[in-house]
């Protein structure tokens, strides 16, 4: 310490940076949240002692530039100072020149957290406790009061929201006023938003993005996990109708740009977050879960050979597949090209997962057909082949298909899928993949034989193919003859049928149910499907013209 005379001890909401601190001796503990914070702050450092003076809570513009001006004040004249912030201070321009070190607290996902969900005896509870709290143990003991308290673990909503209540509580120490409070969880819903999604304004966006909870992304502002999903799964709780307007309007914005745009790395954001707009719960929970993980994926160099050989061999072995025809195909992939692999790295640079995604060419066909052997036709488009996605972990096995997902956004082709494992199976009919069948061969010597899909990932078809992954998609195929109808919701089948049949919006509503609002918002999902089918209706008389040509007579 006495070698840094100014550290930063950074960290997400809740990380736990005020226990560790307060087990330091030495130490003088200036807390910025407490009555009298900043004088106690001024007699520690013009105390003649030099003990280190820790000052915690430093979050917030105010209470950066408090301290900031005080130890400019004091210059050289003061002892060694560790600043506790929940972002790095050097984040603050007016800091730049301050010299401070920065170190940087984690989540923990192990220690911490088994303790906290240990003291909880319902293996429910439990799992529920490690879902949400992502590696915060303030998520975890918050979680952990809600269930002793009486909530039950079956009910996750109502333990979230408990939870809510003190994440929201804890960054009004950041930003004065109850006002934001609303469009914080707006922006949990949406997943990720922009001045169009997010009510207030300009300065009222601003002041969200100044949250630590908060940052800027490729489509605007975001959440950072685990509390975006606590956030959600609490709003969600509260007003389920509003919840899921929230959604469908932001779902309806984020297709409608997507279908505008000639910019395939803003194609392939808006192709993420329109997945998380539409998804199932599936694909929603196995490619959006609430611990981020802290991993990366690169692709795969010549140095990395070992590492390739390791994870498919795991891959082999945890699949149940014949470990020799796995190190064959392995060998082949990786001598067509071993950039074809794509890794999973974790917060210490470890290699932890794997997909191999290769480009489908003339090169590379020889490897590519024993996994499609009848439904090689598919490879004729080009495109993508991902023959094998192996991650153990849930939050890197997440990031890795996501990954996968852009890449074949960005590739503006087809993706062809070619597995044996049942959950990717039940993942690709999530993702409303096509399905081409079951290849003769039992290739992996496991007694299951592979199964193709595909998918077109070019700009024309995305919307079309976001729009079919809603949860509409689980009751199946729509009424109607057409196969150019858009899949339809239950609820939105039967407010534009009951309106197009003469009735009034009002009265459609009645009849479903639901408010007016409600109604109005099922109907404006229909007009954009529609639109982004390529057929547009604008007015009742065209939405009735849409209803005869597919059949769906009201």
Known sequence: MA????????GPLGVGKTVLLGGLDGTVLIDLDRAGGLTALRRALE?????????????GRSRRDALHGELERLEDERPPVVVVSRRPVLSDPRWARSGAAIVTMTPDRDGRMATQAAAVEDPEGQALVLGLAGGIPLIADAARRALDAGTPPSVPGAVADLVAEEILERLGRELPGRQWRHALRLLATVGS???RLLPGGPDHFASLASLSVVSRGALGLTITEPYRTVLELAYRWRRPEAHENVRARARDYRLTLLAATRDRAERAALTEQGLFLTAVPLVRQTLFPADPGGVSVRTAADADAGDVGRLM??????????????????????????????LVHDQRGRAIGLAGLMPIEERTATGVEPLLQQYSAALDAGGLFL???YCP???ARALLLRHLLRRAALRDGQLVVSTANPEYQALMRGLRFRVHGTIRDDVYGCGRRPVVYSNDFTAAALPSWLSSTTEAGDAGPTTGTSSAGPRLAPKELQILLDYVSGMTLKSAARRAGVTPNT?????????????????PAYTKIDLAHRVQEDGLVP
């Not at 105390?47 to 979050?59: I, K, L, M, N, W």
């Not at 082999?316 to 001598?335: I, K, P, V, Y």
């Open 47 to 59: 105390a003649p002692a030099g003990r280190t003076v820790v000052v915690d809570s430093v979050d």
């Open 387 to 389: 023959g094998a996605a």
């Open 193 to 195: 938003g922009d001045e």
């Open 393 to 395: 972990d849930p939050a």
């Open 519 to 535: 109604a109005k918002d099922y109907l404006s999902r229909v007009k954009t499907k529609y639109r982004l089918a390529g057929r």
């Open 3 to 10: 070698r840094r005379p100014l550290v930063n001890l950074t």
């Open 313 to 342: 061999r795991r891959w082999a072995l945890d699949s149940g597949f014949h470990a020799g025809r796995c190190d064959r195909l392995t060998e082949r992939w990786a001598g067509d090209d071993i950039s074809a692999f794509h």
